[in-house]
């Protein structure tokens, strides 16, 4: 009965007076409030968005990382202020039947590229559209590439920022690194210290752009360690793969499966395994983006028996899909599944799904990134000019848990931690993100496992006109999106506002690196060294 008056009282006239001034302010500024029936980005769409500051979700099962219970959740304001059975409120709060239902931390996608350029082009999906797709499939949170540049990683946080000013829900940045001075490493102390970046990715591959070799890593590595950052790579051999092109090319081989032929797994297995020993010698933690075969996974899993600090993140295009359609004899269809590093031979998918079950490997991605047809066809001929990406923000929430969830190979606590929970933890954010508990980020999806979904380029989100999932058809669809406390998805009804999301900092030293100070003084103590000599 005390909780039941707490939630009551009513909120200071002032306060309502400056809330609801604040989201007149966004209306009147952006005057983009889009459903899925408008092209994302158009001006004139006049549908408003949910903007109740409370809301009541009763009657479903709450499910955490660590727990699920049967409780309702009460939200104020953006904020999780309960959670707790038989919540009662009065008649001006929101209430969501959530009855048959789970209520979870929305998802949040670790690896992401909106609005990026690359291969001569940009990525179709900005930061609106992207986000907006994000948002219908229930991840209310992202964390993407920025890309320096010509090398300048303060020169790329001020383009990225630029970029981001329409984004629709919460967002994070990881940084790439391309080049090696004392500028660089002066960048990376600012970005951590005072721009909330916590992570640095070295390409291993793209010989001749992004590509850094074996001494700028270690460079990085170093200075990772010392920032508390965690360092990320895209583990293939570059130089092995600019050799396998060349010989494809020689054979005549010039379509996108020349792709996946140029870039076998056994390269990316030995790029995963070289970082994963620099990392080791230099003893600090690392993350390796978007595993795609058994070979990395192999080695991940080795260094992790070891003790090693080694996170691996599959991505839900090589859980899901296999390199057949590369051979496709249509050269647009074929080319929208080039990706780096490729789609893998059936068995790969299984094998990951398989690691991803036992904890082998930690978290899913989707390596977001879209390029339409048009785009695509800049390699015909040539399959080393397809711009390399597919889809996958607004797909991953569903696909995991058709895949793992209704299969039987994880539980839902499992589906949470592997969509949200460890990958706001690997990233400092944990449980201001990744929680349904008391002062976490209203960021919250009603799953209903009973209900289907089906993916179609006819009805997704995405700026792009094509989809690499297209027809699938499966179980666990998430009905309602609630993203800072603002309902967002529900009914099939995607209601968004351009300026709404908040970039989201995040501190340098999680858990990962707990205890790395004293490995250190381990292994100094166990060189016996330098011995005293006599020189005489």
Not at 1 to 9: A, G, I, K, N, P
Not at 117 to 122: D, I, K, T, V
Not at 474 to 497: Q, S, Y
Request: contains cysteine; charged residues 20%.
């Amino acid at each position: 009965m005390e909780f039941c008056h707490r939630v009551q009282l009513l909120i200071p006239l002032v306060y309502v007076i400056a809330l609801f001034s604040t989201i007149f302010a966004v209306v009147s500024a952006s005057n983009e409030f889009c459903d899925a029936t408008f092209v994302y980005g158009d001006s004139g769409c006049n549908i408003p968005p949910s903007v109740s500051s409370k809301i009541l979700i009763k009657g479903g099962t709450v499910v955490n990382a660590h727990h699920k219970e049967a409780a309702d959740v009460y939200i104020e304001d953006g904020i999780i202020v309960a959670v707790q059975p038989n919540i009662k409120v009065g008649d001006d709060i929101r209430v969501i039947d959530a009855t048959g239902k789970f209520i979870m931390p929305g998802g949040i996608d670790p690896h992401t590229h909106l609005a990026m350029e690359f291969m001569g082009s940009e990525t179709i999906d900005d930061f609106f559209s992207g986000q907006a797709a994000a948002l219908a499939g229930g991840t209310t949170m992202h964390i993407d590439f920025v890309i320096p540049v010509n090398g300048s990683l303060s020169a790329g946080y001020k383009a990225y920022v630029e970029k981001a000013k329409r984004s629709c829900m919460d967002y994070g940045f990881h940084m790439a690194i391309t080049k090696w001075d004392e500028t660089v490493s002066e960048d990376m102390e600012i970005m951590v210290k005072e721009k909330g970046i916590n992570s640095f990715k070295f390409f291993l591959a793209y010989k001749g752009s992004f590509m850094v070799n074996d001494e700028l890593l270690m460079e990085g590595l170093k200075k990772c360690k010392s920032l508390g950052a965690l360092a990320m790579v895209h583990a293939e051999n570059g130089d092995a793969v600019f050799e396998g092109q060349k010989r494809m090319i020689e054979l005549g081989i010039t379509g996108p499966e020349g792709h996946a032929l140029s870039r076998p797994p056994v390269l990316e297995g030995e790029a995963t395994a070289r970082a994963i020993r620099l990392a080791g010698f230099v003893n600090t933690p690392l993350y390796v983006v978007h595993v795609m075969s058994i070979d990395a996974m192999e080695e991940i899993a080795r260094a992790r028996k070891s003790g090693q600090r080694v996170i691996g993140e599959p991505v839900v295009s090589g859980l899901v899909l296999n390199d057949s359609v590369l051979w496709d004899p249509d050269f647009h269809f074929a080319a929208r599944y080039v990706m780096s590093p490729p789609i893998r031979a059936p068995g790969h998918g299984t094998a990951l799904q398989g690691a991803l079950a036992t904890g082998l490997l930690q978290l899913v991605g989707t390596d977001h990134c879209t390029f339409n047809s048009t785009q695509k066809a800049l390699g015909i001929g040539d399959f080393r000019k397809i711009p390399n990406g597919v889809n996958g923000m607004e797909e991953r929430m569903h696909l995991v848990w058709d895949t793992m969830v209704a299969s039987g190979q994880i539980s839902v606590t499992d589906y949470v931690r592997i969509t949200s929970t460890e990958c706001a933890r690997i990233f400092n954010i944990y449980p201001r993100k990744g929680a349904v508990l008391l002062g976490s980020d209203a960021d919250i999806i009603i799953l209903n496992p009973n209900s289907s979904f089906e993916i179609s380029s006819k009805s997704h989100h995405y700026r792009t006109d094509t989809n690499v999932y297209e027809g699938w058809r499966g179980k666990g669809k998430v009905e309602v999106t609630i993203a800072g406390g603002r309902i967002v998805w529900e009914n099939d009804e995607l209601k968004v506002v351009p300026g709404a999301g908040k970039y989201i900092e995040m501190p340098p030293f999680s858990y990962l690196f707990d205890g790395i100070d004293k490995e250190d003084a381990k292994y100094l103590s166990s060189l016996r060294a330098p011995v005293k000599r006599s020189t005489t």
